[in-house]
């Protein structure tokens, strides 16, 4: 199984770390012969106000490569989109802004992805995290997430999961 590390840590200490793991035993799989499967994902959140963690089959491999695609993006200033939202909605990007050496992201949290202290409500947007990245330390996140990803097996190889 692969297992795949973004890291982006804030300038005032605050993380987002999220563990990827490749497709396991419980990977579904979109409709007959679909050519995407789902990846099981670990997600931990500190700030200096609150921990919490959350897990569950959040992202798919397209979404992976896409992530690490838009991070760089965002590190190089050239990023198409300003947010980036995914299937699953448990947790979203959203560029807030940036300087010569840094970005400000804004990841919020919906579903799963909230903390226990702040169960799911009809409201979208109402939760997040605001971490101000080094330029370079966000593409090296982005670099390493690329280079894991690389190790996900073909949507090929998983037919009959």
């Known amino acids: 199984m ?3 590390v973004l890291f982006i840590r ?3 200490g605050s993380e987002f770390e999220v563990t990827i793991e490749g497709p396991g035993p419980t990977t579904k799989v979109y409709g007959a012969g679909g050519m995407d499967y789902w ?7 500190s700030t200096p106000t609150q921990n919490w963690t959350f897990s569950g089959e959040i992202l798919d491999n397209n979404e992976v490569g896409l992530l690490a ?3 760089e993006a965002v590190a190089n200033g ?3 989109s300003r947010e980036l939202s995914f299937a699953e909605p448990d947790f979203s990007f959203h560029l807030m802004g940036s300087s010569e050496a840094y970005v400000a992201l804004r990841i919020y949290f919906e579903l799963r992805g909230r903390p226990p202290s702040a169960p799911a409500i009809d409201i ?10 080094f330029r370079a330390d966000l593409l ?12 996900l097996p073909s949507s090929e190889s998983l037919r009959g999961l």
């Open 2 to 4: 692969t297992r795949m």
């Open 10 to 12: 804030g300038i005032d």
């Open 39 to 45: 990846v099981e994902v670990q997600a931990r959140i």
């Open 69 to 71: 695609d838009w991070l």
């Open 78 to 80: 050239k990023e198409s």
């Open 124 to 133: 979208e947007e109402d939760l997040w995290v605001d971490l101000q990245v």
């Open 140 to 151: 090296a996140a982005a670099a390493a997430l690329r280079q894991d990803a690389s190790q």
